[in-house]
């Protein structure tokens, strides 16, 4: 069993040792993931399952290729996951306790309780106009604040416009409810979904203060308005003017260059190493797939839980290529014998589909569909790259009803545990599964967009 490479693939020289960089690693890890990340930064910004925002681009391609809603998702996200926000809400709880507010005097009627300064005048009037001189009685003349400012109206909105951005546009991330704790952000968070997740939930909590109550909701904001805030003497109403301004630019007045900047200076990257390296391959894919497409025919939207159709792309040859990731064809679903075996609950325990890690689905000019698996392993471990060998064999047994390619239906890419035997090459590319390390892989990219 095996995967099939015929003479298509050229001279097999391209495998000798000597072309082969060596690696010192055994896999992707934290001491040498930058290096990829970089080969990579053009698509990470589309990649917002859950991560790590910890990464600065250079690169931002194809940025504005997106459905509207994709790139309000896009917009969404970049705004909740800016620093200006985050450092907003960290000094939310001091802002409250120093909230801008005017005050009035107005004359009150106390009886025994003496509120504010005595206006001893009205209150002689007073006592006298009731007909008796009652000692309890004065007017007084509090100092009564009044918080309905523009400043506090901008906050507001700001409040609420999160509450509204998350709720319609991140309905992919649980909402359960966590410990209100604005110290929370002053903690590096290992999952931008737990960030967004909680500055969402403190501006709930924020605006059920009372002071919001008597604060209109905000009509409009001229460019006075906002100087004003940039400049007020409470410097903490400045981190309220910047975070007015990213929304500005981002939702009202739609300043592509400021969410470029905004995008490339807080990348999504996912946390595990094996993930990483699996977008690493994946991306590796899609670029090779965009080089080689016809104009205008290259289609990547954003890539999130719920969220995620295959790249496509038409080749000059006229195929079609599609490249899924986190998901797959119905026809694996339809045509897995597992599933088959399983579907009636005949075991009593839960039981789902497995998903390999890509597929590459091939439509031909006659409109029908072959498939290839793309399995990826960060290891360099011979033991890992045997139960690798199972795992893929089960994969082929479950989907053999699939339509698979005739030459390499299955492709098993590890970090650098493996590699091509040049004596026994003609007899490996006859085979139905064959191992890459990542130099092979990337040298035969290519090769998994056709048949």
Excluded at 198 to 219: G, K
Excluded at 262 to 290: G, K
Excluded at 313 to 341: H, T, W
């Amino acid at each position: 069993m095996g995967v099939i490479m015929d003479e298509s693939f050229g001279e097999y020289g391209e495998f000798e040792e000597d072309n082969i960089s060596e690696d010192i690693y055994e896999k992707l890890n934290d001491d040498n993931k930058f290096q990829y990340i970089l080969e990579i930064d053009k698509y990470l910004y589309k990649y917002l399952f859950d991560g790590k925002v910890s990464f600065k681009s250079n690169d931002i391609a194809n940025l504005f290729k997106l459905k509207s809603e994709e790139l309000e998702v896009l917009k969404t996200i970049h705004f909740l996951l800016n620093d200006n926000v985050k450092e907003l809400f960290e000094v939310i709880p001091h802002l409250l306790r120093n909230l801008a507010h005017s005050t009035n005097k107005e004359d009150i009627e106390c009886r025994g309780v003496i509120r504010g300064n005595i206006n001893w005048n009205k209150t002689i009037k007073y006592r006298f106009s009731k007909g008796f001189n009652d000692p309890s009685l004065f007017i007084c003349s509090p100092p009564l604040k009044h918080y309905d400012l523009i400043e506090n109206r901008i906050l507001k909105f700001i409040l609420k416009k999160i509450i509204f951005l998350f709720q319609n546009y991140l309905t992919f991330i649980n909402t359960k409810k966590s410990n209100i704790n604005f110290k929370n952000l002053n903690e590096i968070y290992e999952s931008w979904y737990d960030q967004v997740k909680d500055i969402y939930n403190l501006s709930i909590h924020t605006l059920r203060n009372v002071y919001f109550n008597d604060i209109s909701d905000l009509e409009s904001v001229s460019a006075q308005d906002l100087n004003k805030l940039f400049h007020h003497r409470n410097n903490l109403y400045h981190k309220v003017a910047k975070v007015f301004d990213l929304y500005e630019k981002l939702f009202i007045i739609e300043d592509r260059f400021s969410l470029i900047n905004v995008i490339r200076n807080q990348i999504i990257v996912a946390t595990d190493n094996d993930t990483l390296f699996e977008i690493y391959v994946l991306f590796n894919v899609i670029s090779n797939l965009e080089k080689n497409s016809i104009e205008d025919s290259f289609e990547m939207g954003l890539m999130y839980r719920h969220h995620n159709n295959p790249v496509k792309a038409k080749l000059k040859d006229g195929n079609i290529v599609k490249v899924y990731y986190q998901n797959m064809p119905d026809v694996f679903k339809e045509n897995s014998l597992y599933r088959l075996l399983t579907g009636h609950n005949e075991f009593n325990f839960p039981t789902y589909v497995r998903r390999p890690d890509l597929i590459v689905e091939i439509v031909n000019n006659e409109g029908n569909s072959f498939h290839r698996i793309i399995e990826v392993k960060n290891s360099s471990s011979y033991d890992y790259m045997r139960k690798s060998f199972y795992k893929v064999l089960a994969y082929y047994k479950d989907f053999e009803q699939v339509p698979f390619v005739e030459n390499i239906p299955i492709v098993v890419v590890n970090w650098n545990g493996s590699s091509i035997d040049v004596e026994q090459k003609e007899k490996i590319f006859k085979e139905k599964i064959i191992f890459f390390n990542k130099n092979e892989f990337l040298k035969n990219i290519t090769k998994l967009l056709e048949f």
